[in-house]
């Protein structure tokens, strides 16, 4: 697996990168024989540390993962046992899931992805008012059952996702509620019932 180690506003020992490439190596490997690559980018947040690790595990497979801490060395941990967490808790799932792609072609759909500017929030919105783009980008749009999109959005660490319905190819939302449960979203059934 290649591991990328990068810093911002944060100097990094290199027995910090070497822990960090042995622990995550080992996490992920516990799970998935041969991972793609990772990415780790740890940062100074106020007197803080925050650690992001992302992981490419097979072709539509990545999970996600964070933690902030008072040390440096204690965020990245954080963030490696979210990580492997995530994956024994979705183990089954994902490789199952890859199998079953790999005997079907991967139905993938993409989409236009804007950013748009924030309005100051003290400014008067004016009635013709057009947000301004600031960047473009382009959106995957998966075909997955229900169950697949929950789980994609728990590994990506989303607060929601778009996605096609394998069942019926409509496009669904699943997102996370205030209360903690999930929620989805399928315009499909309201349309049968008019």
């Not at 516990?30 to 992981?55: L, Q, W």
């Not at 749009?141 to 697949?148: D, P, Q």
Request: glycine share 6%; net charge negative.
């Amino acid at each position: 697996m290649q591991i990328h180690i990068s810093a911002k506003q944060v100097e990094v020992p290199e027995t910090l990168k070497q822990h960090v490439e042995k622990r995550l190596a080992n996490s992920v490997e516990k799970y998935f024989a041969d991972p793609i690559e990772a990415n780790v980018t740890m940062t100074r947040v106020g007197h803080e540390y925050r650690s992001d690790c992302s992981v490419h595990v097979g072709h539509g497979i990545d999970a996600q993962s964070h933690a902030q801490a008072n040390d440096l060395a204690a965020s990245f941990d954080g963030a490696v046992a979210r990580l492997e967490k995530q994956l024994r808790r979705y183990k089954r799932r994902l490789r199952d899931h890859h199998n079953r792609n790999r005997s079907k072609p991967s139905l993938i759909q993409t989409a236009p992805d804007y950013v748009l500017a924030a309005e100051p929030e003290d400014a008067e919105v004016p009635e013709s008012f057009h947000p301004v783009v600031v960047a473009e980008n382009t959106a995957r749009i998966l075909t997955l059952t229900v169950g697949e999109a929950v789980m994609q959005m728990d590994l990506r660490g989303l607060p929601l996702l778009l996605f096609r319905n394998g069942a019926h190819g409509g496009y669904n939302v699943v997102y996370r509620r205030a209360d903690g449960h999930i929620g989805w979203i399928d315009p499909r059934e309201v349309d049968e019932q008019d």
